[in-house]
């Protein structure tokens, strides 16, 4: 059986593969397409025919683009040498939206779960979020760490008698979150 010519209006958001890569050119005829928008919302496509004696139809069909989850990342600092960070501290993804389920992963694939995602050192790891429409979005999360607290003792004097306050020591803090506090 020859299928009559069947186009597609409008054009945008249509594709001849189903990885969504070769366009749709419109006017052209085509028997299956796929459509694919990064702008969740309603469209409609209308498939239009004819045949040779000038008999046509159209139909329209409605498409429900859901949207997909937006992570937007704080990506956390280690202030103590050593420390660990918890990764399901909300202020890391503050500002996301459209998130039912958060997961974590090791890798970017998102195929590896996490199994400490409270307890994370330095690294690289990744976020999975899927939205109540089943959409997902996968994005990165890079633990730092400061540097390393040190304290350098200068410029000590011993007390010279029991008793006696008359000793000193002359510190300096490097590294670390500054300010620093002395006792």
């Known amino acids: 059986t020859q299928f009559p010519n069947i186009t597609w209006s ?4 249509l594709y001849t593969d189903v990885a969504a890569t070769v366009p749709y050119i419109g006017g052209t005829s085509a028997t299956t397409l796929y459509f694919k928008s990064n702008t969740s919302g309603n469209a409609t496509v209308t498939a239009s025919t004819a045949t040779a004696l000038g008999c046509s139809v159209s139909k329209s069909i409605n ?19 050593g420390g660990t960070v918890d990764l399901t501290n909300p202020t890391i993804i503050s500002g ?10 090791s890798n970017a694939a998102a ?3 996490l199994d400490f995602p409270t307890n994370v050192t330095i ?7 899927t939205s109540s429409g089943g959409c997902t979005t996968i994005a990165p999360v ?19 008698c029991n008793g006696l306050q008359n000793g000193s020591a002359t510190a300096a803090a490097s590294g670390g979150t500054a300010p620093y506090t002395y006792s």
Do not use: R
């Not at 409008?10 to 958001?13: D, E, I, L, V």
């Not at 498409?63 to 040498?81: A, E, F, G, W």
């Not at 996301?96 to 992963?105: G, H, K, P, V």
């Not at 690294?123 to 979020?129: H, L, M």
């Open 10 to 13: 409008p054009a945008s958001n």
């Open 63 to 81: 498409v429900n683009v859901k949207p997909s989850p937006t992570l937007v990342i704080t990506n956390p600092v280690i202030n103590c040498n």
């Open 96 to 105: 996301s939206t459209n998130i039912a389920t958060l997961d974590f992963y």
């Open 111 to 113: 195929t590896i779960p």
């Open 123 to 129: 690294g690289t790891y990744y976020f999975k979020a």
């Open 142 to 160: 890079t633990v730092t760490q400061t540097p390393a607290l040190n304290v350098l003792i200068t410029n000590s004097t011993s007390v010279t």
